[in-house]
């Protein structure tokens, strides 16, 4: 497949663009409900599932890379 020129520059924006939307997910420390540990765990994703005008609750699909354990965490995110 052939180098289209300004492709990279586009993919490039909308990376920047999702990363400034979605920054505030990095910070949220999570702990693994089997291990108790926070620096394992991986957010493979996640969607907002219920919000009102104080802020937003967010349901995060987690996997622990040091027990192995799945899981799912509800995050409120105050907006007040």
């Known amino acids: 497949m052939g180098y289209t020129h300004g492709l990279g520059d586009a993919q490039e924006r909308i990376a920047l663009e999702w990363d400034a939307q979605n920054d505030w997910v990095y910070e949220v420390k999570i702990k693994c409900p089997k291990c108790q540990k926070t620096e394992f765990v991986e957010k493979e994703e996640w969607e907002d ?32």
């Open 49 to 80: 599932v219920d919000c009102d005008e104080y802020g937003v609750e967010t349901e995060f699909t987690c996997w622990c890379e040091d027990c192995e354990h799945e899981f799912t965490y509800l995050h409120y995110e105050d907006m007040s």
